[in-house]
């Protein structure tokens, strides 16, 4: 569902096999410092993102985590811990690691009390950025479960009324397994659109649509530099009239529970994720937050009927009238699955950007190069 | 931040204080055959709304309730029950009763749970419509626990790229404490706009802005009969290009987690809430459905230090830079907590249709007539 999936140049696109790109993001997360178990997890939760067709937050951002190393803003060797538990909830301390490895973490603590109690919530703070958050709901699916993940992130967005950037995209993810069908995963930024495509446009030199963002003064823009400019990202809904609130709302949640319940950073104070962007001062907690958790299906019907229910609904879905004819309704999720199945297949492309600049990564970093595969 | 709030006429206008219209709306419900407890249950859950001022989700709804008695859809006098459970999940059958009364009785659930393990989910099937959601998750605020309550409704939103009524409006709830702030809480339709506007536009005989409802052949309009011909509101975010996959994504999650996980209908199998439409046949499950669920904020950090954090992400929020000076941020749920303050001391506000649509109903079921109280 991400808008990436569809913006793919072909031009200068290379393709690297899964195998490939995992040898290669593990080197260079070794290289930065992560114990053995810890790279593999964080290429993991990168790799699949590519693997999904999520490729604005695969190992495009690779160089992104290691600059934040690069200014002592990441703890590459961890020690995450509870510092607050019940039967069913805890919170995470993910002593400045990746979140690519902290929220695993955590998500792990949560179906084991799920697998216990029938549900379990972790709260994370002292965090970073944990990547896709379809990685992190489908490891409930994998245990017959309901997933959830929810992270907060650095402050694009204003809230309804206002042009001050006092949210991240704050992305949900809920999935839930299904029968005969792929998962259904709903992973969403809370955003009318990421701020990735007003960067796509930009470079593109062309306009945005209006409803995407604000101009410093307020104003509806189609100015792709409007947030480079002072601007803003504006929230699921666009305005007011058409509900610009209710992403407002949203997002909020995700900040409440990822930053406020955790006892991380929330709202402005959310540590930005490019290292060029110092943190602020005073902030009121510890990096940035997440929010995890799981349920068992068995703990509300027994799994086979739950999954028979949701093979009819997604075939109901997939069956509506259709404007387009060409176009049937997308149920969410199954595009990344289809996407993963290819790119086993095929090799994951890569756009010339992202190849150029994890060469350069690996030559700073001292770890072999990118082999491109031909497609057999 | 339900829109109604904003459409309020003052002319036809007419006043009652909180005990009279408990008082009568109490009669109403037990001369449909409620016991006495379910009728003060029943009634506190809609005078809440209109004391929020959230008028459409309030007493303005009793004759629907009622007609959809004496059409043989309701149950006044249903024995909910628990037919599957772990320490903190639980499926509830709520015996066709009103979501009014079924809905309390599994949240309480939830939050004894929640006593007991930290957390609390109750998946609900077999109801009807449960009023407003913030009711049921402010329930949890009352015990220092986050609230969640979500429901799905009659078929009247089509996914993104159909133009079939598959959806509900199927709102979500989130409710959190605050400490000397009013609780935030989150409480929204998945639609772009209510179905509500859409009538008050076409009594009035004004157009609609694009963006909130699609002609049955698919096509943006500004018809605001166009549901009523055969079209579809649409989903949160209007369009593909502003989002609407998310709108319909999240009105997917609250299908499923009400209709699937509990054993309810969901999807276009929904039964309607309006008496004159007869429920479609070959239903997969019963009734409509809810789930609702409760957390423990000391579960997860002391509740003064999440208590003194919200106060400040509130105080920051509503502190944002504005766009007009004289419009500042909306904190979820704010407004509302000073309408019922407002409400409680000068009267509930009753539109004339409503006052004299009750007028009917109390002289039909020789119950005692409203009586108009004079603000003093």
Redesign the interface.
Known sequence: ?TATTEHRPSASQKSISEQGLRAFTNNIFRAIGCPDADAALATDVLVTADLRGIDSHGVARLSGYVRLWENGRLNTAPEPHVV????????VDGDGGLGLVVAPYAMEIAIQKARQ???G?V?IRNSNHFGIAGYHALKAVDNDM?GYAVTNASPLV???????R?LGTNP?C?A?PAGKFPP?V?D??????ANGKLEVADRAGRPI?E??A?SR??QPTTDATAVKSGGALLP???DR???S??????S??V???S?????AN???WVPPFVAYLEPVADQ??QGIGHFVGA???D???PVA??KA??D??IA??KA?????EG????I?GEPEYWATQANRERGIPLVGAVWDDLQQLAAKLGVGALEEELTP
Chains 1, 2 share one sequence.
């Open positions: 569902m607050h538990e019940t039967p069913t909830t805890a919170t109690y029938g549900s919530w709260a309901i204003a809230p309804t009324f206002s042009t001050e006092l949900i809920y839930f259904v709903v969403m930024a809370t955003s009318a659109a649509p409803g995407w604000l003064e307020g699921l809904g666009s009239a058409h509900g609130h209710k992403g407002f709302g949203l909020a949640t900040d409440i529970l930053g406020v319940l955790s006892g929330y709202g402005p009121p907690g349920m068992r299906v703990g509300f019907r009927d739950f229910n949701m009819q609904w109901r879905f509506a009238r259709r404007i387009d176009q049937p309704v997308v969410p």
